[in-house]
């Protein structure tokens, strides 16, 4: 890939002629794998047994409610939380390409996401693919 033209993205830019360290695609799959998929299996986890010596009352309370389920509604239970899990993703992504606005007034902030590693720099968003529509074909 190379550089963006002004006001053009391109998908897995380089910045500055450097070989990219990071694609579009590898960021939005890590971001479900090790932050939608990982927070809900920890949030199961703290559920069936929350951590600490003192672990906080309204978590304990979730985890009675949770352990008094049948599996087949602790299943449900997990399908809800990932599926509330993938939507905050979805949004996220929306936010960083622009097409869900968290500002109010007319004129809104534009994201930039660049991955660095040393002196090696990949433009993430924007990008050829918009982010939140490459999650959904992935």
């Known amino acids: 890939t190379r550089p963006a033209a002004a006001g053009r993205p391109c998908q897995g830019a380089v910045v500055r002629g450097v070989r990219g360290i990071m694609e579009p695609e590898y960021f939005v799959k890590a971001l479900g794998k090790h932050c939608r998929d990982a927070g809900v299996e920890g949030c199961l986890e703290d559920f069936e047994s929350p951590p600490g ?39 996220v992504l929306c936010v960083l390409d622009g097409v869900r606005p968290i500002e109010s007034g007319s004129e809104k902030s534009r994201f930039q996401l660049i991955a660095q590693k040393g002196a090696e720099q990949s433009i993430i968003c924007p990008g050829g693919e918009e982010l939140h529509v490459l999650k959904q074909s992935l």
């Open 53 to 91: 010596r003192k672990p906080d009352p309204r978590l304990v309370h979730m985890s009675e409610w949770f352990k008094s389920l049948s599996p087949s509604d602790r299943d449900m239970v997990a399908k809800a939380m990932q599926e509330a899990a993938d939507a905050t993703l979805h949004g």
